[in-house]
């Protein structure tokens, strides 16, 4: 009769606990999503300065009034003789250049009277008009290629001239070569025979291209042929040489050669 004994409890504190586990675990989810939006705010990369903010509005055609005429102004009336007066008037009964006639006086002063003109009706007025003449401006009292008042064509001064060229002198050069100098030496002392030159048996000539200056010293001195055994004394020698100053159209130059030690084995 005792084993079919069920024993009850009550379970309220086994639902307290799993109702705390469920609230729990909500919460923290809850909390993890939140975190995760706001990292993901902050991670997002929204390229603003790769956005195109410019707006295209596109506007109806629209008719622009025509430009207005260009008006030209201060522009001198057309050539035409049909403004030009016909009757001629004289302030002086002035004879024209071609009529042979003897002045009374002679006087200096330029005349501004217009002659009188040939084979055209005229008469004596208080000022000079008429058609324009062969040559003339077409003003009242000029002259061919004049300002109409009897002035002169004013003349534009171009200044003085320059002076002439000076003469281009041909440039001298500094350095001359003259090839072997040996027998243009003032003075050119002997090489002395070095020791070891001897024992070794060396002999034969040495060439020493050399450089002068203007006095006749010599600045540069270098063996360029010969026994090695005998450069070292000829380069020695030909610093000692001297030389007569070289001039090329009264400037002293330079002068470069060779000069040739000929060692002999005694």
């Not at 606990?17 to 675990?25: D, K, N």
């Not at 102004?73 to 016909?86: D, E, F, I, L, M």
Request: no cysteine.
């Amino acid at each position: 009769m005792f084993n079919n004994l069920i024993e009850s409890t009550s379970h309220a504190g086994e639902f307290k606990r799993r109702g705390s586990f469920v609230l729990f675990t909500t919460a923290t989810y809850v909390v993890l999503f939140v975190i995760a939006g706001v990292i993901s705010i902050y991670a997002y990369d929204a390229r603003l300065e790769d956005q195109n903010l410019e707006y295209i509005t596109m506007l109806n055609p629209v008719d622009l009034p025509a430009p207005p005429a260009s008006v030209r102004q201060n522009v001198p009336p057309p050539k035409s003789g049909a403004n030009r007066p016909t009757e001629v008037l004289r302030e002086v009964a002035m004879a024209r250049v071609t009529q042979p006639i003897i002045p009374e006086t002679i006087s200096v002063t330029p005349n501004k009277n217009l002659p009188i003109p040939e084979g055209v009706p005229w008469r004596i007025s208080d000022h000079d008009s008429g058609p324009v003449e062969p040559g003339g401006t077409g003003r009242p009292g000029g002259t061919p290629g004049g300002s109409g008042d009897g002035a002169r064509t004013p003349v534009v001064d171009v200044g003085t001239p320059p002076p002439p060229m000076p003469p281009v002198h041909p440039s001298v050069p500094r350095v001359i070569s003259k090839g072997p100098i040996t027998g243009l030496a003032l003075f050119l002392p002997k090489p002395p025979y070095p020791p070891i030159a001897k024992q070794a048996g060396a002999f034969g000539p040495v060439n020493v291209q050399v450089l002068i200056d203007e006095t006749g010293k010599v600045i540069s001195a270098k063996a360029v042929s010969g026994n090695p055994l005998l450069r070292s004394a000829a380069q020695q020698a030909a610093y000692a040489a001297r030389f007569s100053p070289t001039t090329l159209g009264d400037q002293p130059v330079k002068v470069s050669g060779v000069i040739t030690y000929n060692f002999v084995l005694q």
